[in-house]
């Protein structure tokens, strides 16, 4: 399977709890995020959200890789997600 990349910092080992604790000290963030990728349009998509880096970014962006997935297949290998905080 493909790796869609984060553009910010992500520690995939963190665990559940400091992750946990990262959203009880920090909260949601309101921000724009995006997938997109050269080689295959289908999965380029941008929009606003609440959400944390290391909880993988808005809902929203996560149900539409779920979506681009159950439709396309694994990612392209150039797709990436983006979640920039306001």
Known sequence: ????????????????HA????????????????VESKKDSRWNKSGEGYGLVCSGGPSEMKEWIEECIKKYGDPPDDATQTFMKY
């Open 1 to 16: 399977m493909s790796t869609i990349y984060f553009s910010g910092v992500y520690d995939p080992i963190e665990d559940s």
């Open 19 to 34: 992750i946990k604790h990262q959203a009880d000290m920090f909260g949601s963030k309101k921000g724009s995020w995006s």
